[in-house]
């Protein structure tokens, strides 16, 4: 059965650091998003994306954040210079034309320090 | 603001007995779905319901919405221990076929012998 995956599984890293979370939506589906979980929180929307281009974003995504798919296969985040909020893990979620649900990825949980 | 409430937050129940999860959200939606989380695991999709009345069973869990009263209930029949995860419902607001998941607060459900 197809799934969406997600590496790395775990990321940590310092305060300022750059970090690039990587996703393989599956591969017939055209909707991508990004969710986030703060430990013991809901899970909150951060941003989706159609067409090459991002379709929505909440207030979350500022400047610090970036998506890219770079190939006909992956999707990412961006995150330029973190900060200790930032700690959550990230899932990675997509979604096919005409599907209603999106299928999430296993997460990658990021600590920054 | 779209806000997606559950309840309970936390619901320890023996195997064996019933019990339903309340999903209340605030305004108009187009769908809902119900989610289970596992700890430190992704979440997988157990219902989607896209009208009035709509009704789902799978197993032991079974999902209703009522969209005049913006509700909808996730119950249990018989709990057996498998059933131990946190419960997601989470709602489309009509925004385009990009549409975000808004998360209600989780019910984490525990269920001993």
């Known amino acids: 059965e197809p799934e969406v995956t997600q590496t790395p599984s775990h990321q940590v890293t310092q305060m300022g650091q750059e970090v690039i979370l990587r996703c393989v939506p599956i591969s017939n589906h055209l909707y991508f998003y990004w969710y986030r979980q703060i430990l013991g929180q809901k899970v909150e929307f951060l941003v989706s994306f159609y067409n090459n281009e991002i379709s929505e974003k909440s207030e979350i995504f500022d400047d610090q954040f970036s998506v890219e798919r770079p190939d006909g296969s992956n999707f990412t985040l961006k995150i330029r210079s973190t900060k200790l909020e930032d700690s959550a893990m990230y899932f990675c979620?997509?979604?096919?034309?005409?599907?209603?649900?999106?299928?999430f990825g296993p997460g990658t949980r990021l600590l920054v320090l | 603001e779209l806000k997606v409430e559950q309840n309970p937050l936390f619901l320890s129940m023996q195997e064996g007995k019933n019990y339903t999860i309340y999903c209340n959200y605030s305004?108009?939606?187009?769908?809902l779905y119900w989610y289970r989380q596992d700890p430190g695991k992704s979440l997988e999709s157990l219902f989607v319901?896209?009208?009035?009345?709509a009704v789902k069973q799978e197993g032991r869990l079974m999902a209703s919405l009522d969209t005049k009263a913006r509700l909808s209930t996730l119950h249990i029949t018989a709990a057996v221990h498998d059933l131990s995860a946190t419960y997601f419902c989470a709602v489309v607001k009509n925004t385009g076929t990009a549409s975000k998941l808004t998360f209600g607060t989780g019910t984490r459900l525990q269920v001993t012998l």
């Open positions: 979620a997509s979604k096919g034309t005409g599907g209603e649900t999106q299928y």
């Open positions: 319901l896209l009208s009035n009345g």
């Open positions: 305004t108009t939606s187009d769908r």
